[in-house]
Each structure stands twice: as structure tokens, then as C-alpha cells.
């Protein structure tokens, strides 16, 4: 019984510690953090939506939608016509749109589709194909070149 004190002080302790722990975030979810606050400084509009149909990107079950990147870039004073394409082996399939898009070709990693509409233009993305943010400047350029086309 002597030891029984000090072991309920271990316990506490323990749990206490885990707890803290617990909270750590981890450093998959600080990498997406930092990329994320580096897009919105450069002019990008990161956020996660469901994943649309036409994208084709897996649902996470078959009743549910998946959560996918959408990065996009406004450009106020543009009237940019409605455009929807998938990348395939790095070339855009034309789903809806001007044809001049058709095989464009695409040199960034992860991405799933590009959409174009009224003034914004974004692509949705895998970003757990780039936590360093390698290709942020490569994608905002991208994107800009195909609102001027």
C-alpha cells in the first residue's frame, strides 16, 4: 500500500502526457498548412471541396463524395468561357468548351481537372503529390495562360 500514491501519480502523469501528445499536429498536416498560407500570399484560392462527377476522382465510398484540392486564381475584369476538362497522360480531355483546349498539354504533378468559368479559372489537385509546394508558381502560370488563350 506504501507504493499506491506513487503509482496513481504515475498514472496521472502518463495520461497527462499522452494527452499533450495527442495534440501535436501532425507533420503531413503542418506541411498542407504551410502550402496552403504560401498559395493564398501568391494570389491563389486554396480550399477543399467534394469532388465533382466529371472529375473522375475515387470516391471515398460509393454513396460519398471524395474531398479534393481546388486551387483557383480570380482575375476580375476577365469573361472567360465555360470550360471543363480532365488531364489524361498529361494532355486535357475537352469535356465542355472550345475546342482550342482540347490535348492542351499539362506538366504538373496530381492534378485531376481544370475548370474555367465568368472570371476564375482552378484546378483540382492532389496535393499529397507535392507537401513541399514545389509547383505552386508553376501552377498559378498555368492557370493564367490558359485565361489568356
Not at 16 to 43: D, H, Q, T, Y
Request: aromatic residues 8%; charged residues 25%.
Amino acid at each position: 500500500m506504501e507504493h499506491a500514491g506513487i503509482w496513481v501519480a504515475v498514472v496521472i502523469a502518463v495520461f497527462i502526457l499522452g494527452s499533450i501528445f495527442g495534440l501535436r499536429v501532425s507533420p503531413r498536416e503542418k506541411a498542407l498548412g504551410i502550402m496552403r498560407e504560401k498559395a493564398r500570399k501568391m494570389g491563389l484560392h486554396p480550399r477543399l471541396v467534394a469532388a465533382p462527377d466529371w472529375t473522375h476522382v475515387p470516391k471515398a465510398t460509393p454513396d460519398r463524395a471524395s474531398m479534393v484540392a481546388y486551387y483557383s486564381v480570380l482575375i476580375s475584369d476577365a469573361r472567360l468561357p465555360l470550360m471543363r476538362a480532365r488531364v489524361e497522360e498529361q494532355k486535357l480531355q475537352l469535356l465542355q468548351g472550345d475546342e482550342k483546349f482540347k490535348d492542351f498539354p499539362i506538366a504538373l504533378k496530381g492534378i485531376y481537372a481544370i475548370d474555367m468559368q465568368a472570371n476564375c479559372v482552378g484546378l483540382y489537385w492532389d496535393e499529397e503529390s507535392d507537401l513541399r509546394a514545389t509547383q505552386l508558381d508553376d501552377m498559378k502560370a498555368y492557370l493564367l495562360s490558359l485565361a489568356e488563350i
